[in-house]
């Protein structure tokens, strides 16, 4: 019993440390929000209630940094700067399939073209 409780501390310590750099890039984002950019900007950034503002989170969540972990603190600096509930949830599904890094990493493996033919599918689907 005491070695499978050790290898579930084990496990969930690895995974708290794995996930730990992801989680610190969402807070930092999170807090550049609120304290550099500011709430009203904040809601500028992101748009407003019509399709445009769907169109902005798209675009900043192909931009940030984040992965499925690191948006949460920044959904919650959306909700806070009272950003619409679509915006925020067109962000939160964006950010984890597109980023710089993903970006980078399908350009190494697949065509330009096959790059930019997912990301409008995602426009699309998101």
Do not use: D
């Not at 550099?36 to 931009?63: I, S, Y």
């Not at 690191?70 to 984890?96: N, Y």
Request: hydrophobic share 55%; charged share 10%; net charge positive.
């Amino acid at each position: 019993m005491t070695t499978i409780t050790a290898g579930m501390l084990l496990r969930f310590i690895e995974a708290a440390l794995a996930a730990a750099p992801t989680l610190l890039i969402g807070a930092v984002v999170a807090g550049v929000l609120r304290h550099l950019v500011g709430t009203e900007r904040t809601r500028q950034l992101f748009g407003g209630e019509t399709w445009r503002g769907q169109l902005k989170a798209w675009a900043w969540g192909m931009l940030l940094p984040v992965c499925s972990l690191g948006v949460f603190p920044i959904m919650a600096e959306l909700r806070r700067s009272k950003v619409s509930t679509g915006s925020i949830i067109t962000f939160a599904l964006t950010a984890p399939l597109f980023n710089p890094l993903s970006l980078l990493y399908g350009f190494s493996l697949a065509t330009p073209g096959m790059v930019f033919a997912f990301a409008f599918a995602s426009l699309i689907i998101v």
